[in-house]
Structure formats: C-alpha cells, structure tokens
C-alpha cells in the first residue's frame, strides 16, 4: 500500500540573531517550541497556506518569505508522511500574538530550547540559520524518537 502524502508548511521568523518560535498549547506537538504553520487546505497554495497559518497562530502578515527546506517525517505507527515546507520570513507587519494554539516567544539564536522541541530539529535549523538550503527525511518510532534519517544541502528547492 502506498503511504499517503500530507502537505504541511513551517514558517519560522528570522531577525538579525533572534528567531520566532510557538509553544503548542494544544493538538499534534503539544508542549513543544515550533515554527508557525499547518496543513494546506482545499485549492490554496502551499505560500498561501503559510500565510494563512502565520496570520492564524502569531496574528503575523507575512510580506517576504523564501522557501528553504522541504523534510518528509515518517511515524513508524502511522500511514501518512508528512512533507513540510519550511519558509523562512525575512520581512513581516504586526506584533506576534498568543493565539489559542500558540504561543510566541523570540529565542537568541544561541539560546534556542532545542531540549524542548522535536528531535529532528537540532539537524536542520543550523542548516536554515546558516542560510542554507536543504532536504530530508525522518522516521520516528511510536516515543518520537529519530529512527532513521537522511539529511542533505541542496542548490534549490
């Protein structure tokens, strides 16, 4: 059988030597520090889902974003892989604001939790901070741990 594939974006905030991140207050990744996004939604465009789940969860008006990564998370105890999109947001317009599935805090890039968010994390945000284009793939096993990965710079995306 053939796993299916779900469309999800990431967008994380990246200003000088600060980022912006979302604690999850509720649903898939509760309780952990997360870049801001969601699944894509009937005929809107992967960008415009960004937005949409940056306008959603941090009150935030995108105006300049590139995409920079594309990772395909695997559960070992579920059917579907996740391909996400991850933007990084140079420019954007309001003050991020606490919505009822997150909550934004601004981390020192020296200072990011990295403890107290998903495991694959510490691989690829060094690659996105640096500027760096990349792809990849992670299996987690049913406690979330990484059970296999692959992670590669690439060129474009």
Known sequence: MQNMKKILTLCIIHQHSK??????????????????????????SIEEAAKREMREEASLEIEKMEKVGVIDFEFVDLPEILEVHIFKVDEFKGQPEESDEMRPSWFHIDEIPFSSMWPDDKYWLPLFLQNKKFRGKFLFDDSDNIFEMKLEEVKEI
């Open 19 to 44: 980022i912006l991140l979302g604690m999850k207050k509720r649903g898939f990744g509760e309780g952990r520090w997360n870049g801001f996004g969601g699944k894509v939604q009937g005929v809107e």
